[in-house]
C-alpha cells in the first residue's frame, strides 16, 4: 500500500498544467506566419528578463498584420512557469 501511495504521489509532483487562452482575434484574415515570445519565472517571483508581449512575438515571426493572439501558461510543481504569447497574421 506504501508503495502504490508513493507512486501516486511522485506521479502528481511531476504532473505539468499547461492551458493556451485566446486574447485577442481582429478582422484581418488568418495569415500563414507564426511569432512567440516567451519568459519564465520561479515561484512567481524571479523572472528571466525574458520579453513575452506582443510586440516581440508579432517582430519575431516578421508579422506586420496581426490576426490572433493567444497565451500560453504551463507550471511545473508550482515552482518553474513558462508563458508564451503566440501571435498569427501576415
Partial sequence: MKKLFFTAALALSLA?????????????PVGSKVGSA????????????????IKTAAKKGGITKI??????ATNYLFIVGMYETIVTGE
Fill in 67 to 72: 490576426s490572433t493572439v493567444d497565451f500560453k
Fill in 38 to 53: 516567451a519568459t519564465t519565472s520561479i515561484f512567481g517571483l524571479f523572472f528571466d528578463g525574458g520579453d513575452a508581449s
Fill in 16 to 28: 505539468s498544467c499547461s492551458v493556451t487562452v485566446p486574447v485577442n482575434a481582429t478582422s484581418n
